[in-house]
């Protein structure tokens, strides 16, 4: 049954690799393995789009619904000029396994359109979101599949994303998708909801480590709205933020930095990260990973903790903010070094959290206060996180792994109750 990763760096395999292991662990019935191992469906698209120059070009897109057997798929769309279906496959993948995790009635899927946001103008992306969202009219919808943000992506996409749909179905369905603007039924606390779910999931190693808080070292690799969201809110209680990076670099500070001023200088003076007049050694984006730190935050994007880097990794707490960034090749070697690892779909699990609350909020149109928000998130998050270590006490695991287990168990249990619709 186990079949590990052949190529380290394909995500697809890499997510495989756990679902194996763990798997195993659990002894999962071999048709079920079947079953849960393979997605329910997959679509690729060919997006024709004239570029603002009248010139005609096709843009390719996917969507891949692993799982419906909880709830409507739920995932997000990311642009990005590495989007490949295996990645898609995967995220999708992991989404299913995320919504488990943090126990919230939906299945996994995700969507991608290979582009480069950077380089198209708001029209363009307004006409690639249009296309890709009215060529799966029919399969997106408040209960068959629910998209988000990701990396490329925004709630003004979202709201194109839902406009389109409503267009189409004749009527508002603010439900479709989640991560809209507040004034378009979006969520309060929906900005913040991945990087305050890092925050709690951090708060809650802290507590198990018997750390403290005060003065605690953080590296955080992505300044999107995961690295940043999650920089403000752990520097505002006492987190001592020394490491920062996006694509354009990394930025290291033994003294911390003031979150607050770093966020005005790349977001509203719209400055590169590593040229923030507070100070720093510049390096890469890559090797700010590696300086010493209680805590680090890989918030970017995949594959940056692999076989090759993995010895110099030097935390004590790994909390995933990005999906997969950390390779199935690598896993053993931070196991070895002692790290204690917040695996990504139980550490940004706080993101599809908010969205599920977002989603019951449009269906009851009636929406709540941010503090109800966080209050419920906490709940969630805090619950989550125990099931994970009590499953990795009691089957004698890796967090990463019990997290694949509590996930798989609940995915494999709905299932039975359903049967096959043959
Ligand atoms: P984003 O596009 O808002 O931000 C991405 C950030 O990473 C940017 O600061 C960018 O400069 C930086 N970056 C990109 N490539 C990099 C590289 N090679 N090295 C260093 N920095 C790099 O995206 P996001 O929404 O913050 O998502 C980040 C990660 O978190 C992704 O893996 C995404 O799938 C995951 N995630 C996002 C959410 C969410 O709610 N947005 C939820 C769960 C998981």
């Known amino acids: 049954m ?7 760096l394909n995500v697809y395999q890499s997510a495989e690799a756990r679902f194996e292991i763990a798997a195993q662990k659990l002894g999962l019935e ?5 079953y849960l191992k393979v997605p329910s469906k997959e679509v690729t698209l060919y997006i024709p789009i004239a570029r603002d120059s009248g010139q005609l070009e096709i843009f390719i897109g996917y969507r891949v619904l692993h799982s419906s057997i909880r709830g409507p798929g739920k995932g997000g769309i990311r642009f990005a000029p590495e989007v ?3 990645e898609v496959r995967a ?5 299913t396994w995320k919504c488990a995790v943090v126990n919230i009635p939906f299945g996994g899927a995700k969507g991608g359109v290979i582009c480069d946001p950077s380089k198209l103008s708001r029209g363009e992306l307004e006409r690639i979101t249009r296309r890709y969202t009215a060529e799966l009219s029919e399969w997106f919808g408040p209960e068959r599949d629910v998209p988000a943000p990701d990396i490329g992506t925004n709630d003004q996409t979202m709201a194109w994303v839902m406009d389109t749909y409503a267009m189409h179905v004749r009527q508002a369905t603010t439900a479709v998708v989640t991560g809209k603007p507040l004034d378009l039924g979006g969520s309060q606390g929906r900005k913040e909801a991945t990087g305050r779910g890092l925050m709690m999931c951090c708060n809650r190693a802290l507590e198990k480590l018997q750390m403290k808080r005060e003065g605690c070292r953080v590296i955080i690799q992505g300044f999107g ?13 006492g987190y001592k933020i020394i490491g920062l990076a996006d694509i354009n670099g990394g930025l290291f500070n033994e003294n911390g930095f003031d979150l607050p001023k770093m966020n005005d200088w790349v977001y509203n003076q719209r400055k590169p990260l590593p040229e923030f007049p507070g100070g720093g050694t510049k390096m890469s984006a890559r090797d700010v ?9 890989p918030a970017a994007t995949e594959n940056q903790i692999t076989t090759k880097n993995a010895e110099r990794v030097d935390c004590k707490i790994l909390c995933e903010g990005a999906n997969g960034p950390t390779t199935s090749h690598a896993d053993e070697i931070i196991e070895k070094k002692g790290i204690f690892v917040v695996p990504d779909i139980l550490g940004n699990a706080g993101g599809v959290t908010v969205s599920y609350f977002e ?6 149109g009636f929406f709540w206060r941010e503090s109800e928000v966080n209050e419920r998130l906490q ?3 805090d619950h989550s996180f125990d099931q994970v270590l009590l499953y990795a006490e009691t089957h004698k695991v890796n967090n990463r792994i019990a997290a694949y287990m509590v996930a798989i168990d609940r995915v494999a249990r709905a299932l039975k109750l359903r049967g096959i619709y043959a």
């Open 30 to 34: 071999d048709g079920l393995y079947r």
């Open 379 to 381: 709940d969630v998050m």
């Open 289 to 297: 990973l590696f300086n010493k730190c209680d805590i680090l935050v």
């Open 91 to 95: 995220l999708a993948a992991w989404m």
């Open 2 to 8: 186990l079949a590990p990763a052949q190529d380290e």
């Open 225 to 237: 709205n995961v690295g940043s969201q999650a920089a403000l809110l752990m520097h505002a209680a």
């Open 84 to 86: 490949s279906i295996d």
């Open 359 to 364: 989603w019951v909020q449009d269906r009851q």
